[in-house]
T-cell receptor
Framework: NAGVMQNPRHLVRRRGQEARLRCSPMKGHSHVYWYRQLPEEGLKFMVYLQKENIIDESGMPKERFSAEFPKEGPSILRIQQVVRGDSAAYFC????????????FGQGTRLTVV | AQSVTQLGSHVSVSEGALVLLRCNYSSSVPPYLFWYVQYPNQGLQLLLKYTTGATLVKGINGFEAEFKKSETSFHLTKPSAHMSDAAEYFCAVSDTGNQFYFGTGTSLTVIP
């Protein structure tokens, strides 16, 4: 059973471009969580999704950021018109049930905005 | 509301010495507690977790942690540090809801 797969591992974007980060949960997992890790900081919650539904997006910036988890395919975190402050590591976790007792994290996507 | 405080952003120990990384939490409900390790440019790897039952939890790589409700603590220990233990360690709390709440991390350096 493959783990949580995130791609790309590294992404470089120029200011104003769009960044699309992908997360394929573990097989059988229908709950996906996205976190952002800024340099020298811990991970901060962004959004929690189930298949085709956003359950909690209280940690998402109000503008430029969106997330989806379609019925088929990976979860996507989309950042429009990136700015330097978006440079961070973005981690995805998945679990088979709500809550974190069985959650697994991916290796993250490191976004650099130049 | 949940929150986690990790005392000491940087800890250095000699190889073979005791490792003690501190974590205190606040939670309005019985918490689930976790320790994760992050190696450079890697993701998070679960070391151990406390959900219910025995308060002394054993994890991978010889680490263990004890849930002390009266002290609202979940400190991570390892009797003898190894060079390969050098990494960033994160304590996290969850109330089984939609979020983990992470501490800001402790960077462990092991001195040969």
């Amino acid at each position: 059973n493959a783990g949580v797969m995130q791609n790309p591992r590294h992404l470089v974007r120029r200011r104003g471009q769009e960044a699309r980060l992908r997360c394929s949960p573990m097989k059988g997992h229908s709950h996906v969580y996205w976190y952002r890790q800024l340099p020298e900081e811990g991970l901060k919650f962004m959004v929690y999704l189930q298949k085709e539904n956003i359950i909690d997006e209280s940690g998402m910036p109000k503008e430029r950021f969106s997330a989806e988890f379609p019925k088929e395919g990976p979860s996507i975190l989309r950042i429009q018109q990136v700015v330097r402050g978006d440079s961070a590591a973005y981690f995805c976790a998945s679990s088979p049930v709500v809550g974190y007792t069985e959650a697994f994290f991916g290796q993250g996507t490191r976004l650099t905005v130049v | 509301a949940q929150s986690v405080t990790q005392l000491g952003s940087h800890v250095s120990v000699s190889e073979g010495a005791l490792v003690l990384l501190r974590c205190n939490y606040s939670s309005s409900v019985p918490p689930y507690l976790f320790w994760y390790v992050q190696y450079p440019n890697q993701g998070l790897q679960l070391l151990l977790k406390y959900t219910t039952g025995a308060t002394l939890v054993k994890g991978i790589n010889g680490f263990e942690a004890e849930f002390k409700k009266s002290e609202t603590s979940f400190h991570l220990t390892k009797p003898s540090a190894h060079m390969s233990d050098a990494a960033e360690y994160f304590c996290a709390v969850s109330d089984t809801g939609n979020q983990f709440y992470f501490g800001t991390g402790t960077s462990l350096t092991v001195i040969p």
